[in-house]
C-alpha cells in the first residue's frame, strides 16, 4: 500500500444468515439483519466468506459483492430509529469510517484490508429495510436522507477485518459521486444532460444503468 491515502477505516465486518421476519401479514426470508464478526474474512467475487444473500434476484452477485455504510450516518439514523442502530443494521458487511457518498465516485478503487474494491452502484432502499426496523416509512426517509450506502465489486480477492485501512488505490475516470447517482435513480434531481455518458460508464452496474434509462423513458 506504499504511497496510498488512506482516507479511513473498517469499523466492523458483517455477515448475516436467512431468517424469517414476520411483518404486515407476511413472513419475509431475509439475510438483511448482518452481525458483526470479529475474525478476518474473505472478500470474493460473489461476496464475503460466511455472508448469505435472501434473495440473489436483487442482491448479491458480481456488482454488488461487498455493500458498506458509513458510520457517520448512524447519529441520524438514531434519531429515528434510537439506539439499536449500530454496525450491521442496514444489512452492510462492512461498517466504515470515512468513505461517504458525497465523496466517493463511481469506478474509484479502493485497498480494503488485503482485497481491492471498486465502486459499482449506490443501493436503493426497499421494504426489507422498513420491515427489519418495523417502520413502513423507512424507504421514503432513506430516500430522502441520500445516504445510499456503497456497493462494490472485488478486484482482488483479500482478506478483511474490524480495524483494517481503507486507502484510494485508484481514482476512476467518473464525475459522478454515488451520491449524485443516488439522487437521480430516486428521481430527487432531474436527470444530467450526459445522462447517455452516464450509462455507457463502464464501471456502473447495469442493474442502475438500467434505472436510470427507465426514468429517461419515462419523461
Known sequence: MTGAQVIGSVVSVNVGEVEPIEWRGRTIHTAIRKRPVDVPLQARALGLAGDVQGDRRVHGGVDKAVYSYAVEHHPF??????????????????????????????GDRYRVGAALLEVSEPRQPCSTFAALHRRADLPKVFAAAGWSGIYFRVIEEGAIAAGDPIAVEQRGDSRWTVRRVFEWVMGREPLPADLDELVAEVALARSTADALTRRSGAR
Open 77 to 106: 439514523w438514531r434519531s429515528e430509529l434510537g439506539d439499536a442502530v449500530g454496525p450491521g443494521s442496514f444489512g452492510e458487511n462492512l461498517a466504515t469510517r470515512g468513505l461517504v457518498e458525497d465523496e466517493v465516485r463511481i
